[in-house]
């Protein structure tokens, strides 16, 4: 679980991303969160989108997302979704 700190500290490094994936129409299903659990292990931080045509809730995406990666949620703003997720490999990034 991330602490307030740790999370304010992620969104300002996580500012300058572009988002990787996009939520459709189709909504979150299992290919998708195969996709962002193999690029999240690479990145550690990443930004997910979430299109105009997606009928589903935001917060409710952002959730299955996050339950369905391992990953942490760090912010919901708009339709753009944070995660952060510790790499066992490729550790870059260092909570305060």
């Known amino acids: ?3 307030g700190k740790q999370k304010r500290f992620l969104r300002s490094e996580a500012h300058h991303l572009n ?15 195969k ?6 292990e690479k990145r550690e931080l990443m930004k997910v989108s ?5 009928a589903d809730d935001r917060d ?7 339950s369905g ?5 760090v912010q919901v ?10 790499s066992k490999d490729h550790k870059t990034i260092e909570l305060p």
């Open 60 to 66: 409710e995406i952002a959730e299955q997302l996050a």
């Open 1 to 3: 679980m991330l602490t």
């Open 69 to 73: 990666s391992g990953s942490e949620l």
């Open 35 to 40: 996709h962002i659990e193999e690029a999240i």
């Open 50 to 54: 979430i299109l105009q045509t997606c």
């Open 19 to 33: 988002p990787i994936f996009q939520v459709g129409k189709e909504g979150v299903n299992e290919n998708l969160i």
């Open 77 to 86: 703003i708009g339709r753009t979704v944070i995660l952060y997720k510790e």
